[in-house]
T-cell receptor, first 111, second 112 residues
Framework: QKEVEQNSGPLSVPEGAIASLNCTYS??????FFWYRQYSGKSPELIMS????GDKEDGRFTAQLNKASQYVSLLIRDSQPSDSATYLC???????????FGRGTSLIVHP | DGGITQSPKYLFRKEGQNVTLSCEQN?????MYWYRQDPGQGLRLIYY???????QKGDIAEGYSVSREKKESFPLTVTSAQKNPTAFYLC???????????FGDGTRLSIL
């Protein structure tokens, strides 16, 4: 059974702080890793994709992947109230079309 | 503008009725997917299709049916056999096995 685990939260951070969201996965054959943001009542929106160990930065977002420890994280710098949403981690095994999604972490950024 | 269009946005089903949710994409993606999301729950895969005229059951296919006659279209029928259809239904597509999925705006289905 492939599992993707996320702390459900809510994670509450003050405006301007760094929000750190974590995700662990069970399948060592996983090769593709994605972070989605889902606002309440809306569909998931892709934020980041990461495929190799290390950090990948895109604006205020940084994805970090450590395959040996089987975790992937998302850092949001200078958090804004508009970042308040649920963040979904998705993991795909090599050669598979089907990702396994975590249940998501709720992030609240308060002014 | 490329994207995935789901319609309708809201749908109401009467007892014993089949309803069809539309999903159309103009991204030229090969793979398409249907997910169900219940309040406070994760995404559960209903059906997926990697190529035209072929589709596979996901984790919760019972009470649902699909077709994939065109690359652009992947409609989902919620049959009367699905006893608890109230949920948020999401259609997604992807270009290949390593690439991420992109989602439509969703259809919210309720029972009358």
């Amino acid at each position: 059974q492939k599992e993707v685990e996320q702390n459900s939260g809510p994670l509450s951070v003050p405006e301007g702080a760094i929000a750190s969201l974590n995700c662990t996965y069970s399948d060592r054959g996983s090769q593709s890793f994605f972070w989605y943001r889902q606002y309440s009542g809306k569909s998931p929106e892709l934020i980041m994709s990461i495929y190799s160990n290390g950090d990948k930065e895109d604006g205020r977002f940084t994805a970090q992947l450590n395959k040996a420890s089987q975790y992937v994280s998302l850092l949001i710098r200078d958090s804004q109230p508009s970042d308040s949403a649920t963040y979904l981690c998705a993991v795909k095994p090599g050669g598979s079309y089907i990702p396994t999604f975590g249940r998501g972490t709720s992030l609240i950024v308060h002014p | 503008d490329g994207g995935i269009t789901q319609s309708p946005k809201y749908l109401f089903r009467k007892e014993g009725q089949n309803v069809t949710l539309s999903c159309e994409q103009n991204l030229n993606h090969d793979a398409m997917y249907w997910y169900r999301q219940d309040p406070g729950q994760g995404l559960r895969l209903i059906y997926y299709s990697q190529i035209v005229n072929d589709f596979q059951k996901g984790d919760i296919a019972e009470g649902y049916s699909v077709s994939r006659e065109k690359k652009e279209s992947f409609p989902l029928t919620v049959t009367s056999a699905q006893k608890n259809p109230t949920a948020f239904y999401l259609c997604a597509s992807s270009i290949g096995s390593h690439q991420p999925q992109h989602f439509g705006d969703g259809t919210r289905l309720s029972i009358l």
